[in-house]
């Protein structure tokens, strides 16, 4: 059964009555014409419409705008002046779905069990009106087209970098949409999190990046903190229209700002008529989905309408309380997560490690141990227990270890299990090395976690970041040990 969301969203609506009341998006009455009178004696018989004269004073009915009844053309009844808004304004709906605070902030979860189908099914859908867009290349095009002709922020818009200042323009357009009177992101904002319960690095301080344990990571979030600096004192001077100023009183609120656009943009090519448009969007509701390498949801563009729609992968079982995930970025790193999110995982499948050794083993080996299966950029594992007593070992860890070990394969040679060993013990040496080099181990940073439970989320961010990386290179050291025995007796 639908739960409908409707969302208030005046500056869509070309029409005012403030005689309304009660408004209901989804049960808008229709409009009632009277074209038939009764006869009892001669049936039904048609009713001529009476219109009335027209004269050269008459002033020009005003387009989408619901008629007076002393002006209305004929004696047909004025239709109901909701139905004048209903091509105007549209809610967001869900379907067998609740948003609530979970372990990682706000998420999506079922609200009942889903049985796997042949086909993905819906469970939101979001229309065009209550997003904001901005398309990917030159010119610059808005869908909803909230920038008025004429107004500063386009000339921002316009100064930015067209390659690589994508971000920094939706964060123009989000502040100009928090500033837009009833505009529906002025009440969306209440549930994006503040600088406070955002992890982005953008908000983190200098002891929080040096507590990342990674220079380059450190180094590239500071390039960025300078670059959203620089823009805002180049754009928000004092000389500045007050329109503008207002937006923005100080680099903070745009700073954050820019993380809101960088952790919650989806870049997504849409239809909007015959016009196919690269764009990147933020959207209500669809950015309350979290992350996941194997999520259970994807986006899908619905261009008859201008409808994203959230649906679940086919033949996906759900059960009542699972989250609702999708896939942020495929193929990417850590580090690159951190930048752009704020989180990372122990168990991400694309994470490496630079090995600088010439020590390799047999590839085909090593996968069939842990049986994985297809190409390196689509590898998977057929089963998750590789022991009797059902403990699980493969994970994504294992199989980034597959993509990341040095690895060599020559047809039908097999390995020569001496030269094995070896290898094996030369990349455990490696790794070893590796986390001697972090000022701390594991089990600290664990215990740090556990002992700051009122830390800030970006702090807390940071330390799981370095704790993630540490136990990716255990798990390879611990998969390399598991090869060893299997393979090798």
């Given amino acids: ?84 808004k209903i091509g ?66 386009f000339d921002i818009i316009n100064s930015t970098d067209p390659e690589t200042g994508w971000d920094l323009r939706l964060a123009c357009l989000l502040l100009y949409a928090f500033d837009r009177e009833d505009n529906f992101w002025q009440l969306y904002s209440d549930f994006l999190p503040s600088a406070d319960e955002c992890p982005s690095l953008l908000l983190a301080s200098e002891e929080e990046l040096s507590e990342l344990q990674d220079p380059n990571l450190a180094s590239t979030m500071r390039e960025q903190q300078r670059r959203a600096l620089e823009f805002w004192e180049k754009n928000w001077h004092s000389g500045v229209p007050l329109k503008i100023k207002r937006l923005a009183r100080d680099s903070e609120r745009f700073i954050w700002a820019l993380s ?8 997504m090519q849409i239809r909007i ?34 409808m994203l729609e959230v649906m679940i992968n086919a033949g996906q079982r759900i059960k009542k309380g699972d989250e609702m995930t999708i896939n942020y970025m495929s193929g990417q790193q850590n580090n690159m997560l951190m930048q752009r999110y704020g989180f990372s995982s122990s168990v991400n499948p694309w994470d490496v490690i630079q090995f600088s050794g010439n020590a390799r083993i047999h590839l085909d080996s090593f996968l069939s141990v842990f049986n994985i299966s297809g190409l390196p950029q689509e590898y998977y594992h057929n089963t998750d227990r590789l022991s009797s007593g059902g403990d699980t070992f493969v994970d994504g860890a294992v199989i980034a270890a597959a993509r990341t070990l040095p690895t ?71 998969a390399l040990d598991l090869y060893q025995e299997r393979i090798l007796f």
Avoid at 139 to 153: A, K, Q, S
Avoid at 261 to 267: E, K, L, W
């Fill in 88 to 153: 105007f304004v549209r809610s967001m709906r869900a379907y067998g779905i609740e948003f609530k605070e979970g372990p990682d902030g706000f998420g999506v979860y079922a609200s009942k069990d889903v049985e796997p189908l042949r086909r993905a099914r819906v469970i939101m859908e979001i229309p065009l009106e209550l997003m904001l867009t901005i398309s990917q290349k030159l010119p610059w095009m808005f869908f909803p087209d909230i920038v008025p002709v004429g107004h500063p922020i």
């Fill in 408 to 478: 060599w394969s020559d047809g039908d040679v097999p390995p020569i299990p001496s030269m094995e060993r070896r290898a094996i013990k030369e990349l455990q040496e490696e790794c070893r090395q590796m986390l001697a080099a972090f000022p701390t181990n594991s089990k600290e940073d664990q215990n740090i976690l556990d002992s700051m439970p009122d830390a800030t989320r970006t702090l807390e961010a940071v330390v799981k970041y370095r704790l993630h990386r540490k136990l990716f290179i255990e798990k390879v050291m611990q």
């Fill in 1 to 84: 059964m639908a739960s409908s969301l409707p969302l208030h969203h005046p500056s869509h609506c070309l029409i005012s009555n403030p005689q309304l009341q009660g408004f209901n998006y989804g049960g808008s009455p229709r409009p009632r014409f009277s074209f038939t009178t009764k006869d009892t004696d001669k049936g039904t018989r048609i009713q001529p419409i009476k219109a009335k004269a027209a004269t050269t004073e008459a002033s020009p009915f005003p387009l989408l705008q619901s008629p007076r009844a002393e002006d209305s053309p004929s004696e047909l009844e004025p239709a109901d002046p909701d139905f004048y």
């Fill in 273 to 306: 008529g015959a016009l196919f448009q690269d764009s990147n969007m933020l959207i209500p509701y669809a950015d309350m989905l979290n992350h996941s390498f194997q999520p259970n949801c994807f986006l899908h563009w619905r261009f008859k309408d201008r």
């Fill in 260 to 267: 809101m656009a960088q952790s919650r943009c989806i870049g």
